[in-house]
Every structure is written in C-alpha cells, then in structure tokens.
C-alpha cells in the first residue's frame, strides 16, 4: 500500500508540473475546495499534499482538511487526492458540495467461468418421428439387433432417443461451465429439420446484432424481416419441411440449387458472429435401408462444410467458415475418442444439411456405429452420456481457448 501510495505521489508531482494551472476557484471562500496548499490553485501538487499526508510526510491544519476533503464524505484519503487527479486529466471533476459521492467499495469480482459469455447451439440429431412407422421410414434412425425396454417398443434403437440423452447431459456440463446452450430440439417431440436450421439462423442474427455496435436501422430491420420468414419455417412439419422451407433451404436436396438470396444474406451478415458454435450429434449406420445388416465398421466421424472441397454444392454458397469449422470438427473427433473409447476415425469435408444451411461455424458428430454390436453396447453403457458431454465440453473449451 505504501508502495502504491509513494508511486501516487511521484504522477501526482510530474503531473503538477505539466498541470499545475488555475482550475477554479470559489467565490465564497478564500481558497477553492481542494486547494490543500492554499496557493490560489487546485493543481495536482494539491493531490500530492494530501498523498503526503497519509504517509506523514505533512500535516495538514483544519483548514487544510476542510479544503482536501473534496468528497466531502468526513474524511481525507486517497479517494479526495485521486477526485483531484482526475479533474485534472478531465477523467472526472471534482464533485460540487452537495450531495456527496463517495467513491463505492468496488464490487467482489465473481470469477468468470470458462465458457462464461460462449453460447453453443447443440442439434440432437433428428426430429423423432411420431409414430413407428414412420420412423421405420427413417433409415438409419432405428435399428433392431438388440432389445433396450427404455426405448419405445421395446425392441429398437432409435438414434433420435439416444442423441437426446447426450445432448441433455452436454446442455447440464456445459451450462456448468459458464455457457449458454440452445438446444434445437430438447424433448422426444418431433421437430422438423428445417425448423431447427431456422432456428440456428434466428440465433445468428440475434448474436450479429449484439456484437454490432450502433446497428444502423435498415440492417435491424434486415434482422427482424428475415428473423419472420426464419420463424414461420418453424411450425412446418415433415422431414423435408413444407413449402415456406422449400423456398429458402435447398430442401429436398438438389446438388444444383442455387442459394436463396434472403438464405445468402442471412449467411453473409453473420460471417462474423463470435462466441456462437453449433454441435449436431449422432450416431451412424452402415448399409441401406431402414434395417441395415450388422457392420464391422465402427468408431467416431465429424464432419464440416468447407468451400473447396467437391464434397458439396459449389452452386450453394461459397463463405462457410472453413477453418473454424474444421477446428472445431477437429477436436470434437479428438476428445469424443479420447473421453468415450470409440475408435477415432475421422474428421472430413460433407455437405449435410446441418452444416450446410447457416453460416454459424459448427461440426457434426457422429459417436459410433449403432448397426456395430461393440459400437452399440457402448453407445448403450449408462456411462456414456457423461462421456460424450465431457467430450463436447472439453472440445468447447479448446476451440474457443
Ligand atoms: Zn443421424
């Protein structure tokens, strides 16, 4: 404290020197209120008078302290040498007699958690599908080699079900680390592909106008014109969404669709979006159909868009976020092997929906093959959503360190 107090001291004399002009003065008084050393001024050699004398370097009279004290809050201290500097710097001024601000005890600072000020979007892959036939109509959703009663009909794998408890489990890790999450879909209800992608390009443009700084006003209505479009997609139905979808997604899919304008726009204006990722998760299958055979394959894949790759539509859009997006695909394949024991198998370049249709950098995952019997009993092992969340956070950590 001494320290600090004599290094006060040392700025308060060179700034004397610099500043040390009339300020002011009060008429109804001889000397102006912080004018300790009654010269006619108040100048920073006023502050260092004060400095000095908390150290006992000098000693002030009643008169002395009636004019440092220029908080007037009963006592002299630094807060009265520091309203002094301030005005000096015209950071401040020193503040009038009444009423009396006395400089407040600054806060406790709550440590800030590590994903504090982060929002990750989560997808559990899937809208699932109301009623069994339909999802019979699912392809690799479900899968019937073995029997788990906790899933509906007793007979069945559904993916939808299972990427929802480890999303569930990553929203409660993640959130304890500080993050904000969206889920696209948090309960077995179905919610339509296009629905949860409009729903990531709504929270995109809601983070680009909070990281804009005095938005102009056409582009907040930009925001709010196409956040509508975005949310009358939502209440459509089916898995390619109706027909307001099939306007402005490349839904069903064409390996020749142009991109919507409003779709470019909205990718365009949140290129730059910040502290916003997007995680889709699954579980794979190989083989055809909607009972695929059992497969030697297994292990974990990610996936991202990029723009050189012939993996996608280069009629669609040419500004993905590439490299984050890789990063991010990146250590999710990293983390999910190492935390899980999947067999690590790859991060590559796809043009999946759910990372084709916003520009918010994102990956998808997919934790294993549940057509794989080994694959499955792990996917199955009550372990694993704490598993796969740990992955997710310890992934989230790394992309945004
Ligand atoms: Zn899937």
Redo the contacts with the bound molecule.
């Keep these: 404290m001494k320290k600090y107090i004599i290094t006060i001291i040392l700025i308060a004399l060179f700034l004397s020197t610099l500043l040390g002009v009339t300020m002011f003065s009060f008429a109804q008084s001889d000397y102006a209120l912080g004018d300790v050393n009654r010269d006619g001024n108040v100048s920073a050699a006023d502050a260092a008078l004060i400095l000095r004398s908390l150290v006992e370097l000098a000693t002030l009279d009643e008169e002395q302290q009636a004019l440092a004290d220029v908080n007037e809050n009963g006592v002299v201290d630094a807060a009265d040498a520091a309203a002094i500097l301030r005005y000096l710097v015209e950071l401040g001024t020193i503040p009038p007699a009444k009423p009396t601000v006395t400089p407040s005890p600054s806060p406790t600072p709550t440590p800030a958690l590590p994903l504090s000020g982060k929002t990750i979007i989560l997808d559990p892959?899937?809208g699932r599908h109301e009623t069994l036939a339909d999802r019979w109509r699912g392809g690799?959703?479900d899968w019937t080699l073995e029997t788990d009663p906790k899933y509906e009909g007793g007979t069945h794998y559904h993916?939808a079900d299972r990427?929802l408890d480890f999303a569930l489990e990553a929203r409660k890790q993640l959130q304890a680390q500080g993050a904000t999450v969206i889920m696209t879909r948090s309960g077995l209800n179905h919610v339509g592909s296009y629905s949860r992608m409009s729903r990531v390009n709504i929270t995109a443009m809601e983070h680009m106008l909070a990281q804009t700084e005095n938005p102009l006003p056409a582009l907040i209505k930009e925001v709010e014109d196409y956040t509508a479009i975005m949310n009358s997609i939502i209440p459509e139905a089916g898995e390619h969404n109706g027909p307001i979808a099939q306007v402005y997604y490349n839904t069903p899919y064409s390996s020749t669709q142009t991109i919507h304008p409003t779709t470019k726009r909205i990718f365009d204006m949140t290129n730059q979006v910040e502290n916003l990722i997007f995680i889709s998760i699954?579980?794979?299958a190989r083989g055809s159909g909607s009972h695929p055979p059992p497969t030697d394959v297994n292990g974990v894949e990610t996936y991202y868009i990029h723009n050189a790759s012939d993996a996608y539509n280069k009629n669609y859009y040419l500004g993905y976020r590439a490299a984050e997006n890789k990063k991010l695909a990146d250590l999710l394949l990293t983390h999910t092997a190492t935390e899980t024991g999947f067999a690590k198998r790859s991060s590559a370049p796809q043009d999946y929906f759910m990372i084709r249709e916003h520009n918010v950098p994102g990956a998808l995952i997919?934790i294993g093959y549940h057509n794989n019997w080994s694959d499955y009993l792990r996917l199955m092992d009550e372990s694993m959503p704490d598993k796969v969340a740990k992955a997710i956070v310890k992934a989230a950590l790394a992309y945004f360190k």
């Design positions: 892959g899937h690799s959703y993916e990427v699954h579980t794979n997919e």
